[in-house]
């Protein structure tokens, strides 16, 4: 199920962070997004029927489209996303030298930093 939520946001990061990349070319700032697809209270200090586009794609890509609890769960699965990179690097790494395949940190004899 975590996987399946990590997708589905990675996908909605990446559609809307190309999306604001060439919001200029695809012209976002003059189209708008009407308030029947558009989550209830979103917006409500706007006046008018609809929402520009650029906006809207902006505060999904941010979390900020569903209030704080919406930036929370995005900060919650980036932050999942972090652990589960640096966990499967150590991993790859202790698996490599088990493997004799990287020299152990202490066997590095050129690394600057654990000269001094």
């Known amino acids: 199920m975590l996987g399946i939520i990590s ?4 996908f909605v990061l990446i559609t809307t962070g190309f999306l604001l990349q060439h919001s200029t070319l695809l012209k976002l700032d003059e189209r708008s997004l009407t308030r029947k697809i558009l989550p209830s209270g979103y917006r409500s200090q ?3 029927s609809g929402v520009r586009a650029d906006i809207v794609v902006a505060d999904l890509h941010s979390g ?3 209030g704080v609890a919406g930036a929370l769960f995005l900060d919650a699965v980036t932050l999942v996303w ?3 990179l640096a ?3 150590v991993m790859y790494l202790s698996k490599q030298r ?3 395949k990287a020299p152990a940190r202490e066997a590095c004899e050129e690394c600057p ?3 001094n």
Do not use: Y
């Open 46 to 48: 706007d006046v008018g």
């Open 98 to 100: 088990a493997n004799g």
């Open 87 to 89: 966990t499967g690097l």
């Open 64 to 66: 900020r489209m569903f």
């Open 82 to 84: 972090l652990v589960m």
């Open 113 to 115: 930093e654990e000269n």
């Open 7 to 10: 997708a589905f946001n990675l």
